[in-house]
């Protein structure tokens, strides 16, 4: 069955780093979004990503965050400078249509020390 | 916010069904309902869909009232494995944002 992959599982990362969190989407799908769980919180949106631009971001995408797909399988969230309040599971997600049922990854878990 | 009402927690013996109420009493004439779960920490995962009609596939059933305004995720024959939260979202089915609004879903709990 196909899946959304994320490395790494872990990140740890000094305050103030670039951190760049990986994600390759089910392969046919064309609709690409990030999400973040503060431990022992809900599930944020952050962005949408559509035909390499961005088609939706909530005010926690700040300029400290961007997103790219690099070539025809990755999808990347970079954070610039990495503040403590950053850590968190990151979930990136796929779909195949505009609104249709997403497909997540299992995460990768950033810590900001 | 979230458009949906979940009671926060629930239970259910392992080989039961396990049904999940959400109430979504403002839902308009083109919204879903989806429902996703999450396993520990691990990504949501997808159960179904549906926008009036009951719907069935392999992991669960999701009952409809005719007025739209709740429904219900069936699980038919719970297991431990089935414990997690569970996540009632709604939103058109093309609607222009495409994000999922999650809430603080149901923390069901399969007993053995």
């Known amino acids: 069955e196909p899946e959304v992959t994320q490395t790494p599982s872990h990140q740890v990362t000094q305050m103030g780093q670039e951190v760049i969190l990986r994600c390759v989407p089910i392969s046919n799908h064309l609709y690409f979004y990030w999400y973040r769980q503060i431990l022992g919180q809900k599930v944020e949106f952050l962005v949408s990503f559509y035909n390499n631009e961005i088609s939706e971001k909530s005010e926690i995408f700040d300029d400290q965050f961007s997103v790219e797909r690099p070539d025809g399988s990755n999808f990347t969230l970079k954070i610039r400078s990495t503040k403590l309040e950053d850590s968190a599971m990151y979930f990136c997600a796929s779909s195949s249509l505009r609104g249709g049922e997403a497909f997540f990854g299992q995460g990768t878990r950033l810590t900001v020390v | 916010d979230a458009k949906t009402t979940q009671p926060p927690s629930m239970d259910c013996a392992e080989g039961r069904a396990a049904n999940l109420p959400c109430n979504h009493s403002t839902i308009s004439g083109n919204e879903y309902v989806y429902w996703y779960r999450q396993i520990h920490s691990q990504g949501p995962q997808y159960i179904i869909h549906g926008l009036k009609n009951n719907e069935t596939n392999e992991m669960a059933s999701l009952i409809i009232t005719e007025d739209r305004k709740s429904s219900t995720l069936i699980l038919p024959h719970a297991t431990l494995r089935d414990t997690a939260v569970y996540y009632c979202?709604?939103?058109?089915?093309?609607?222009?944002?495409?994000?999922?609004?999650f809430g603080s879903g149901t923390r069901l709990l399969v007993r053995p």
């Open positions: 979202i709604v939103r058109g089915r093309m609607d222009s944002s495409y994000k999922l609004i």
